[in-house]
Structure formats: structure tokens, C-alpha cells
């Protein structure tokens, strides 16, 4: 089955850190553009950052850039969003998701079920 | 940034009806246009992307149309499974995300 699979979501201090992973299954991750996109409790979504098949371009959503690093490990068919700085905002559940590309444009075709982040003294 | 409208908000139905979501973006943002479907505890489903092209897979009961800043998503027919938020997702430029319609079958 083709499926994107996250973790790491945890309970942290604001000013702590996490790691998500999001594992993908039934398909190669390697030729794709990935992407990372939050929902809070109870409202939108709200894409957070993306990183090119080639690693090359990475691109972040104001409210993170500085504190989030999106990256990849194509050989284990992995991405990974290291949240450093956590702030209560951050609190969300966090989506990986497959990013279809038609330069500069670019959508999703392929989401993971979420892991949640929370993020509280 | 551009801003992404839906309405209704929430919507009930019955089965068989045919519903229609309107989807209005502050500027034109040609046909760059998504529509996802999502269902509680779950990741949003592709339904329909360059506004009126539905996505392998998705039923032939979901369609798209609308250019410019004025988008429309119907379903035909409307069935238990379809219970769900619809949200619209512009990618003209940057991302933005509509704020949802939550469709509920009476």
C-alpha cells in the first residue's frame, strides 16, 4: 500500500525541540518533493516547509523559518522536520506529504495520517 | 498573501442531493486550484487539482470547475462516506489553504 507514516509528535516546553520522521511505503521517496503542512486543534492547514527531490531547495513558511530544518534521507525512504525553539503556536497536528510539481506551482497527492505536536509548560 | 474563502462553513444534506462548495481566492489565481477532502483522524485526500481535474481514483461523483478567483466543487448523488470537511488549497501563489466546509449528511 503506498502510504506516508509520521512520528516524533510528543509533548514539549515551549523553547524545546523535536524531531518528526515520516516514513513513505510502497513507493520510492527519492524523485519526489516533500513537504511538511500543520492543522492546530480545530482549525485550517497550513503548509510549514518543503525540500526539493535533489535536496537542493528548501523552503520555509515564515512562521517557522529560523527555527524549523526540514531534511531527507532518501536512502531510507525518510524525511524529517527537527522544530527547534517550540513555541504554544507550534502546538499542531504535523502532515507529511507528497508534493506534485509543476514548476513554480505545486500541490499535494498524498498525505500521512498526522502526528501531534503539542507544545506546553 | 492570498486569502482563501469558503461557503458554507457547514453543511447538511441528504442522500442522493447534490451539494456544491464555492471556493473565492482575493485575487485571480488562474486554474491553480486543489480540493481535498478530509475525514477526523486522518490526512486530507487529493480530490480534484488545476481546479476541474480529478484526481486516479477519486469517483466520478466529485467535480471541479471555476477560474480566475471563483471556484466550485459538487458532488453528485451524495453518499454516507462523503460525510467529511472539503477544504480548497490555491498553489498560484505560495500556499494557501481555504478554512473548510464540514459536510454532514442528515
Known amino acids: 500500500e503506498v502510504q506516508l507514516v509520521e512520528s516524533g509528535g510528543d509533548l514539549a516546553q515551549p523553547g524545546g525541540s523535536l524531531r518528526l520522521s515520516c516514513v513513505a511505503s510502497?513507493?520510492?521517496?527519492?524523485?519526489?518533493?516533500m513537504t511538511w503542512v500543520r492543522q492546530a486543534p480545530g482549525k485550517g492547514l497550513e503548509w510549514v516547509s518543503f525540500i526539493s527531490d535533489s535536496d537542493r531547495t528548501v523552503f520555509y513558511a515564515d512562521s517557522v523559518r529560523g527555527r524549523f530544518t526540514i531534511s531527507r534521507d532518501n536512502a531510507k525512504n525518510s524525511l524529517y522536520l527537527q522544530m527547534n525553539s517550540l513555541r504554544a503556536e507550534d502546538t499542531a497536528v504535523y502532515f507529511c506529504?507528497?508534493?506534485?510539481?509543476?514548476?513554480?506551482?505545486?500541490?499535494?497527492?498524498?498525505w500521512g495520517r498526522g502526528s501531534l505536536v503539542t507544545v506546553s509548560s | 498573501d492570498i486569502q482563501m474563502t469558503q461557503s458554507p462553513s457547514t453543511l447538511s444534506a441528504s442522500l442522493g442531493d447534490r451539494v456544491t462548495i464555492t471556493c473565492r481566492a482575493s485575487e485571480s489565481i488562474a486554474n491553480w486550484l486543489a480540493w481535498y477532502q478530509q475525514k477526523p483522524g486522518k490526512g486530507p485526500k487529493l480530490l480534484i487539482y488545476?481546479?476541474?481535474t480529478l484526481q486516479s481514483g477519486v469517483s466520478s461523483r466529485f467535480s471541479g470547475s471555476g477560474s480566475g478567483t471563483e471556484f466550485t466543487l459538487t458532488i453528485s448523488s451524495l453518499q454516507p462516506d462523503d460525510s467529511a470537511t472539503y477544504f480548497c488549497q490555491q498553489y498560484h501563489s505560495y500556499r494557501t489553504f481555504g478554512p473548510g466546509t464540514k459536510l454532514e449528511i442528515k
Open positions: 510502497g513507493f520510492t521517496l527519492s524523485p519526489y518533493t
Open positions: 506529504a507528497r508534493a506534485v510539481v509543476t514548476a513554480p506551482h505545486w500541490y499535494f497527492d498524498l
Open positions: 488545476e481546479a476541474s
